[in-house]
T-cell receptor
């Protein structure tokens, strides 16, 4: 069975401070990992996926297979980053997306 | 970008009635759509996978006779909550996979169902 764990329900940081949203997963095979974001009153949308190895809105995430983690990082938080962030996993070649419980990021001035 | 329209966004109904939620892909064809349920402060839980022209695949513990899913066309899937009860009150979200970009999922804005 696949499982995604986001240990923090709420993360509060000051503007300009570094951000790290934690995500750990359990899956016996080779997974694909994603980060989704939901801004206030908006729909869930894809932020980034590990296969792309891209940086979106200053966020990056590296898949660490040894630690089974896919933490989301940004060096300098911005006020507009305040949102709900979900880590998600899909089995390679699979169809089902498994979500973590989400972390509410609050960036304070 | 691709848009998934979900309707209604909010519905209140009496216990025992049925409620239909629509999920439409507006500018792409979706061979597969997914229905999720989210309780307050909890994760999105996959309920079922809906494939166009075939029966939906339900996750363990989801009653298929209670949550009827129809995916009659490449742009529309519906979820009908039959004989709704207060415990069915939840936030329901659909997502659609673009047939051309199978690795991309697009989400609807969700439907808040409140059963009195």
């Amino acid at each position: 069975a696949q499982r995604v764990t986001q240990p923090e329900k709420l993360l509060s940081v000051f503007k300009g401070a570094p951000v790290e949203l934690k995500c750990n997963y359990s899956y016996s095979g080779s997974p694909e990992l994603f980060w989704y974001v939901q801004y206030s009153r908006q729909r869930l949308q894809l932020l980034l996926r590990h296969i792309s190895r891209e940086s979106i809105k200053g966020f990056t995430a590296d898949l660490n297979k040894g630690e089974t983690s896919f933490h989301l990082k940004k060096p300098f938080a911005q006020e507009e980053d305040s949102a709900m962030y979900y880590c998600a996993l899909i089995a390679r070649g699979g169809n089902k997306l498994t979500f973590g419980t989400g972390t509410q990021l609050k960036v304070e001035l | 970008g691709a848009v998934v329209s979900q309707h209604p966004s909010w519905v209140i109904c009496k216990s025992g009635t049925s409620v239909k939620i629509e999920c439409r892909s507006l500018d792409f064809q979706a061979t597969t759509m997914f229905w999720y349920r989210q309780f307050p402060k909890q994760s999105l839980m996959l309920m079922a996978t809906s494939n166009e022209g075939s029966k939906a695949t339900y996750e363990q513990g989801v009653e298929k006779d209670k949550f009827l899913i129809n995916h009659a066309s490449l742009t529309l899937s519906t979820l009908t909550v039959t004989s709704a009860h207060p415990e069915d009150s939840s936030f329901y979200i659909c997502s659609a996979r673009d047939a051309r970009l199978v690795e991309k999922l697009f989400f609807g804005s969700g439907t808040q169902l409140s059963v009195l």
